[in-house]
């Protein structure tokens, strides 16, 4: 029986070639496999380009909804930032992608699932971790950690096997987005003592050029999502669409920072996320209002290391599950609205409400007339403070006797 390889395949140079190199060095019939997370590309075109290179069949599939409402309503609950800044955005599809590609390989009883990542990045670990969780008798082919290819050799490949060339694959950056976020790395941004040309940003106005007025975005949650934006309620897909617009208007979410990958390399990466940074911050905020101080303090340790299990590729990893539980359970009173101001690139929550708020005037108030009796807090100064008056004292002791 021949081999069969299901191939992510994004209609690129790289991942057309390796298709081609997949059919030669394997004699494999090869599925290719297309998700729209978001990114805005032809799919319709992509899939004429994989028939024309002669795949066996080919799969496009529309994934937003599933993507956001499996993979990005649990990191916003989450409030996901890797190292404080990174919105998880292409970490959060790569369990999706490697969940199709598996179960197209099931579907059509193929040997092997194939992708196009590099052997310096993460998304090889994403990719193949959750495979190999779903199905481990599926063989994982990665041929860009095999072949040692040069872009000219790429480039000469395609030439001879009648691949067409895209026009900008001398383009110097290389680029991943879906709805939750793009990512852009390589060229002059390899040097990070280097500011950002202008021309990379697609998705955000610098601030300089942005609006002179701000505009104020208010965002409803219900269990820790977002279901609406200025009192319309909208679907998830169109409501992260919405404010990536806003936000991006304004300036807001470009993300430039040193990270460290998991395979223990340093790089210089720089994010477009405008809909993350609001959203996440506009839901860290609701969070303060209605969580204890106990829960809040906990949570914040426990979404820490839950972005990092995202980042490192453990999305099927039995910890994330047990934490999705408890942030799951906090998340049943996060209901309510986060009123956000955007201007000039900045962001500030400047109001916030909920039905199971916590905040209650009568105590806060430093009005006369409030019903916190400022009499308990000598007696709860003189208890708080008795071990570290205890501590201090015997310290005083010991030094008195070196001197004498």
């Known amino acids: 029986m021949q081999n069969k390889i299901v191939l992510a395949y994004s209609g690129g140079l790289d991942t057309s070639v390796l298709l081609k190199w997949l059919q030669q060095k394997y004699d494999a019939e090869v599925i290719t496999v297309t998700l729209d997370v978001g990114q805005k590309e032809d799919l319709d075109a992509i899939e004429k380009k994989?028939?024309?290179?002669?795949?066996?069949?080919?799969?496009?599939?529309?994934?937003?909804?599933?993507?956001?409402?499996?993979?990005v309503s649990q990191?916003?609950?989450?409030?996901?930032?890797y190292e404080g800044k990174y919105p998880v955005s292409t970490a959060l599809s790569r369990p999706l992608i490697a969940e199709k590609l598996i179960e197209i390989a099931l579907q059509e009883e193929a040997n092997a699932i194939a992708h196009g990542c590099t052997g310096k990045g993460n998304d090889q670990?994403?990719?193949?971790?959750?495979?190999?969780?779903?199905?481990?008798?599926?063989?994982?082919?990665?041929?860009?950690?095999?072949w040692k290819?040069?872009?000219?050799?790429e480039i000469e490949f395609a030439k001879k096997h009648g691949i067409p060339i895209p026009v900008d694959v001398e383009k110097p950056y290389s680029v991943d987005q879906n709805l939750w976020g793009r990512s852009i790395e390589c060229g002059i941004l390899e040097h990070p003592d280097k500011e950002p040309p202008e021309d990379i940003f697609e998705w955000t106005v610098s601030p300089e050029?942005?609006?002179?007025?701000?505009?104020?975005l208010e965002i409803e949650f219900e269990k820790g999502v977002p279901k609406g934006i200025n009192g319309q309620t909208i679907s998830p897909v169109d409501l992260i669409e919405r404010v990536n617009q806003l936000a991006g208007k304004h300036g807001v979410g470009r993300i430039d920072h040193i990270e460290n990958r998991l395979v223990g390399i340093k790089s210089r990466e720089v994010y477009e996320c405008p809909a993350a940074t609001v959203i996440i911050e506009a839901h860290k905020d609701l969070e303060?209002?209605?969580?204890?101080?106990?829960?809040?303090?906990?949570?914040?340790?426990?979404?820490?290391?839950?972005?990092?299990l995202v980042y490192t590729g453990l999305w099927?990893?039995?910890?994330?599950?047990?934490?999705?539980?408890?942030?799951?359970?906090?998340?049943?009173?996060?209901?309510?609205r986060v009123k956000v101001k955007l201007y000039k690139g900045g962001l500030q929550v400047v109001g916030r409400s909920s039905p199971f708020s916590l905040y209650d005037i009568d105590l806060a108030t430093y009005n006369i007339e409030t019903t916190f009796d400022q009499m308990s807090s000598a007696g709860f100064i003189e208890l708080w403070g008795l071990p570290t008056k205890v501590a201090n004292a015997l310290k005083r002791k010991k030094g008195a006797k070196k001197n004498v």
Not at 209 to 216: A, L, Q, R
Not at 322 to 336: H, N, P, S, Y
């Open 50 to 71: 994989a028939t024309k290179l002669g795949v066996l069949k080919h799969y496009s599939i529309d994934a937003k909804k599933e993507f956001v409402e499996k993979y």
């Open 75 to 81: 990191a916003i609950k989450a409030n996901a930032l």
């Open 125 to 146: 670990v994403r990719i193949e971790v959750t495979a190999k969780a779903l199905a481990p008798e599926i063989k994982i082919i990665a041929p860009v950690r095999e």
């Open 149 to 153: 290819m040069t872009r000219d050799a």
């Open 209 to 216: 050029n942005t609006p002179d007025k701000p505009e104020y």
């Open 288 to 308: 303060k209002l209605v969580l204890t101080r106990h829960e809040y303090s906990f949570k914040q340790q426990v979404d820490v290391l839950w972005a990092n």
């Open 316 to 336: 099927m990893d039995p910890l994330k599950e047990d934490l999705d539980a408890f942030i799951d359970k906090t998340q049943e009173r996060v209901c309510g």
